[in-house]
């Protein structure tokens, strides 16, 4: 019952900008966040943010990017500035929920940064 959907992802161009949306139904959830993984590397932490907006960026990313999230929606987004070829991955929307903890994952979004 519990889904996150997770949108958003293109291709845009090295400084360009694009803006990740992940829609969470079917419960209340504590923390949620971005994760990303590249072609032949595992899959690492982008930001997290919990329910009363506390943040928490991973180094590569700070500066550039910023998570926020409506709570009355379940909804939480990514916004990308000033993107890197570096950036280019899946993007997974993470959440947990409030009741009794457990994690679920968004299905993915594709993020392609050009040169």
């Known amino acids: 019952q519990v889904q996150l959907v997770d949108s958003g992802g293109g291709l845009v161009q090295a400084g360009g900008s694009l803006r990740l949306s992940c829609a969470a139904s079917?419960?209340?959830?504590?923390?949620m966040g971005w994760y990303r993984q590249a072609p032949g590397k595992q899959r690492e932490l982008v930001a997290t943010?919990?329910?009363?907006?506390?943040?928490n960026y991973a180094d590569s990313v700070k500066g550039r990017f910023t998570i926020s999230r409506d709570n009355a929606k379940n909804t939480v987004y990514l916004q990308m500035n000033s993107l890197k070829p570096e950036d280019t991955a899946i993007y997974y929307c993470?959440?947990?929920?409030?009741?009794?903890?457990?994690?679920?994952w968004g299905q993915g979004t594709q993020v392609t940064v050009s040169s």
């Open positions: 993470n959440a947990r929920t409030h009741y009794d903890s457990n994690v679920y």
């Open positions: 943010i919990t329910r009363s907006s506390s943040t």
């Open positions: 079917g419960s209340i959830f504590s923390i």
